[in-house]
């Protein structure tokens, strides 16, 4: 599963007891919420900043809460990330929950087929002895 980034309490975000203003708290539901997208898509921070057309630390560093993104690389981002600009920035986005949702399930179904592999593979390997 996919861990929610970064504390959900508004009062606290690097657990030294800070309050939040609200460029803050946007800044916060940006790096969550590009993060939940960039691993639900199955991409690296590598990967993301390649489609993206940046550097690998600004990535990181928006995702750490160190940089916003200027308007054109969020543009960019959105785009890579193939949801609206808006959506990076809800609370409870219906579209990264549709690709989180899809993730978990794929994740599932990954190692369900794994295991039956892996089991048919053990029975063959019996049966030859």
Known sequence: MIEAFPPKSDTDVHGR???LKKADTTRILLARNMKRLREALGLSQMSLAERV???TT????IE???RFPSAENLDRIAAALEVP????FMKDSP???RAVSKF???ERLEQKVLKAINE???EDELADK
């Open 95 to 97: 579209a990264i929950e």
């Open 120 to 122: 048919a593979l053990d």
């Open 17 to 19: 007891g800070e309050s």
């Open 58 to 61: 600004l990535i990181g560093n």
């Open 64 to 66: 750490t809460l160190k």
């Open 85 to 88: 600009v808006y959506e990076l």
């Open 104 to 106: 978990e399930v794929r």
């Open 53 to 55: 057309g940046c550097s």
